[in-house]
């Protein structure tokens, strides 16, 4: 361990290691780095099963960091996202209280991007439409056991 003269002389040189701070950093990047969790076409349609785009595998938990949402037509589309929770006999609805992109408009040939943290436990679900066809999403994440 280092002593306090040590962390003093490291800390005047920019540099910070207290009790191997560096690799705990590093050990918590590499686990937590994210991948695509799902990628594919928005559908239109409104129910359930159609809209859903991920659920929570049984066993882990996972988290979710990133939404990349393109609009390939040259008229603009609305999409909604929504986290929900769920229900006795299979997923939740999706509905305005459960919304965490609601009635978003993205430009013609544009491209939305979302960013934060998300985590689902068991059974949860990120539901999603878009107003029109043409409207991509690239999810990305990770699961922890």
Do not use: C, H
């Not at 239109?44 to 393109?70: F, K, Q, V, W």
């Not at 609305?78 to 305005?96: D, E, K, L, Q, R």
């Not at 040939?109 to 960013?115: K, L, R």
């Amino acid at each position: 361990m280092a002593n306090l003269d040590d962390i003093f002389a490291t800390q005047k040189n920019g540099v910070v290691a207290i009790n191997n701070l560096a690799s705990y950093i590093q050990n918590i990047s590499t686990k937590y780095v994210g991948v695509t969790l799902y990628q594919d076409t928005l559908t239109t349609a409104t129910g359930t099963t159609d809209m859903m785009i991920y659920t929570a595998p049984t066993g882990s938990r996972s988290y979710i960091t990133e939404l990349d949402i393109t609009n390939t037509n040259a008229t603009p589309a609305n999409v909604y996202f929504y986290i929900v929770a769920p229900a006795t006999s299979g997923p939740g609805t999706a509905a305005t209280t459960n919304a965490l992109l609601y009635n978003v408009q993205i430009p013609g040939n544009s491209i939305f991007q979302w960013t934060g943290a998300l985590l689902f436990t068991v059974g949860y679900t990120l539901q999603a439409r878009a107003s029109v066809s043409g409207v991509n999403i690239i999810v990305t994440g990770g699961t922890v056991a």
